[in-house]
């Protein structure tokens, strides 16, 4: 079953006078348990395309449908839910926040939902921080920062991990490190997309969507 379904998906922006195709006519599939690489040079549309697929943005025209639900034209209101119930992300930031501890970063997007810190710790274990969940973020490597990262995306229990450069900030040891541990989530039955402009890193997911000036080109 493609839990994720796009037809001529376009993205069009106004930049002064010149208009941006920033997406053109992209057409996929993406199906349950897949490990799939969107990879492309900078500005070649691949950020803009993870952005729609994750309901951060909405498209100019086309057809999105996530888990069989048509995605285009509904309010923010809908999308933030569809985000909520379904998607995690990892971007190439960590986006921790400073005063607060690994545990509690991770446990972040519990404020809006009634679960217990059982599933903190049981995520913290996966990526294998629970000895650091006291700790601060300036205390931990751009590593461990960012498998916490991971591991408050995977809190609400996604369908979906969404990841944008996740290795951009990472040297080549910590990067092997992290796509292992997307390997290893992604055995279990999650599906994941990474966005990444380093081939070499695309090779070890399942499946490859190159894209270029804004169009799928395989």
Do not use: W
Not at 96 to 119: A, I, M, Q
Not at 137 to 166: C, F, T
Not at 177 to 194: D, M, P
Not at 200 to 211: D, G, S, V, W, Y
């Amino acid at each position: 079953m493609s839990v994720i379904k796009t037809s001529k998906l376009c993205k069009h922006y106004r930049r002064g006078s010149e208009t941006v195709h920033a997406l053109q006519d992209a057409t996929l599939a993406i199906e349950t348990g897949e490990f799939v690489a969107i990879v492309g040079p900078s500005g070649s549309g691949k950020t803009t395309l993870m952005n729609l697929l994750g309901c951060l943005d909405t498209p100019t025209s086309g057809s999105y449908r996530l888990r069989g639900q048509e995605v285009t034209g509904l309010k923010e209101s809908g999308l933030v839910r569809l985000r909520q119930e379904n998607i995690g992300f990892v971007f190439q930031q960590f986006f921790l926040l400073p005063t607060l501890t690994v545990e509690e970063n991770t446990e972040l997007p519990l404020l809006f939902r009634d679960k217990g810190k059982r599933l903190t710790h049981e995520l913290l274990e996966t990526v294998g921080l629970s000895h650091r969940r006291k700790h601060l973020p300036k205390e931990l490597s751009g590593g461990e920062m960012q498998r916490v990262a991971i591991a408050r995306a995977l809190i609400n229990n996604p369908a979906i991990l969404l990841a944008d450069e996740p290795t951009g900030n990472l040297d080549s040891k910590n990067s092997l490190k992290v796509i292992e541990l997307f390997r290893e989530l992604n055995s279990k039955g999650l599906t994941t997309i990474i966005v990444t402009h380093n081939r070499e890193i695309a090779t070890m997911a399942n499946r490859t969507i190159a894209i270029s000036d804004g169009q799928i080109a395989q």
